[in-house]
């Protein structure tokens, strides 16, 4: 799947709980290859399902710029004031985040190269390590850093779709590390509805719908 914009694809997992629990289903992106210090993966999407019940996500590849103003990305949940600006790999690939008048704000996006990637500048005004700042998907952030002044941010996504079962709460910090029963969802190729089957036994299956 190339991990370019859109243009009107849409994916979707559908999930099954077909175990004797109730919890979250939550979905998140993973990116070995991103190469920014100190990034932190969010629980991308989440739903609620009770034992014997199903339901889906959907999402298309439309990239974000998104920050969160928060004391510490190492809180669980991220919340408070935030901005959402639509980004793409090509020429709407770069933008500032500046701090004035007490609040932080985007500039408008701009095209810088190389394209295929997201560039993120923070200006010299931007206070240490009080807000979060880093790139989206579908309206949601997916990859978050902690935000500092005078700093330079560039994101090359390639991001791999994971799913996990438990609570969770959308925009929650993760440490994958220590997170257990997690399972890859890949799309093969012309494939673009997945069916993600929890079964009785806490073992996942993974199939093309």
Do not use: R
């Amino acid at each position: 799947m190339t991990e370019n914009n859109s243009n009107g694809v849409e994916y979707q997992i559908n999930f099954f709980n077909n175990s004797i629990n109730s919890g979250s289903f939550m979905v998140f992106q993973q990116d070995e290859n991103l190469n920014v210090e100190g990034v932190m993966s969010l629980a991308w999407m989440t739903k609620f399902a009770h034992a014997n019940t199903q339901g889906f996500f959907t999402w298309t590849l439309n990239y974000n710029f998104v920050w969160m103003e928060k004391s510490s990305i190492s809180s669980e949940i991220l919340t408070g004031s935030s901005q959402y600006t639509p980004a793409n790999l090509l020429d709407k690939n770069g933008i500032v985040l500046s701090y004035d008048d007490g609040g932080y704000a985007f500039s408008e996006p701009t095209a810088e190269t190389p394209a295929g990637s997201l560039y993120i500048k923070e200006d010299s005004n931007v206070p240490l390590k009080q807000a979060n700042v880093g790139i989206g998907m579908s309206g949601s952030p997916t990859f978050m850093v902690q935000a500092q002044p005078n700093m330079s941010l560039t994101f090359t996504p390639h991001p791999e779709y994971w799913i996990a079962f438990g609570d969770f709460e959308q925009g929650q910090v993760l440490n994958v590390q220590e997170m257990s029963s997690i399972q890859s969802v890949v799309f093969p190729p012309g494939i673009f509805t997945m069916n993600v089957i929890l079964n009785m036994d806490n073992t996942w299956t993974v199939e093309p719908a």
